[in-house]
């Protein structure tokens, strides 16, 4: 599977992605990604192998001129309503950019292209996102791609710890678009 818009390639990650990937993950800019931290090649390589497996709803943004991976997008089906057989057609995206290329519009292609195969391809109804609400170029680019702002819930999670050991919790914004609102953003 493989997306593309005028400048990027969204494709199922390969082995050979690792030295790109490593290049964002090394040194994750927001706390929500901190668990996906990567210390060497060696980390990178193993991290990898084990996306090759995840080719339906995880991407690799690639730049379609060089072929460079500048970060990733995914988002898995869940249901609208928990502990039901109600169908999967809820989606909550999860994007990360290589520092160096953000602020260029690459996000918003990435994830504008990523909505319409979620809600045109796999049956999306609903799509939402989780941002910090430190993180500002998050929050545009929900706004940028028409979600709404649904609320803030105070000291919601925790990816890292204060000094003390401590959780550090965060506050964090949630943003939704139904299928209905994007395919009439989309006229």
């Not at 390589?45 to 991976?69: C, H, P």
């Not at 609903?126 to 993180?135: M, P, Q």
């Not at 791609?145 to 819930?153: I, K, Q």
């Amino acid at each position: 599977m493989k997306l593309e818009t005028a400048r990027l390639i969204l494709r199922p990650f390969v082995l050979t992605d690792a030295s790109d990937v490593l290049e964002y993950l090394k040194e994750p800019a927001v706390n929500c990604f901190q668990s996906m931290k990567l210390n060497s090649l060696e980390d990178a390589q193993k991290e990898m192998q084990k996306r090759t497996s995840e080719t339906e709803y995880y991407f690799a943004i690639v730049l379609k001129d060089s072929g460079k991976v500048i970060g990733e997008i995914d988002a898995y089906p869940e249901s609208g309503e928990p502990h039901t057989d109600s169908p999967k057609d809820t989606f909550s995206p999860c994007w990360m950019l290589n520092q160096a290329y953000q602020g260029k519009g690459f996000a918003f292609e990435a994830a504008h292209a990523f909505f319409d195969y979620l809600f045109s391809q796999k049956g999306a109804r609903r799509i939402y996102a989780y941002t910090e609400d430190y993180n500002t170029a998050s929050q545009n680019l929900c706004k940028k791609l028409g979600m709404r702002f649904e609320g803030l819930f105070k000291e919601f999670v925790s990816f890292v710890k204060n000094a003390d050991g401590s959780p550090r919790y965060e506050n964090t914004m949630q943003w939704a678009i139904l299928k209905s609102e994007w395919e009439t953003l989309r006229k």
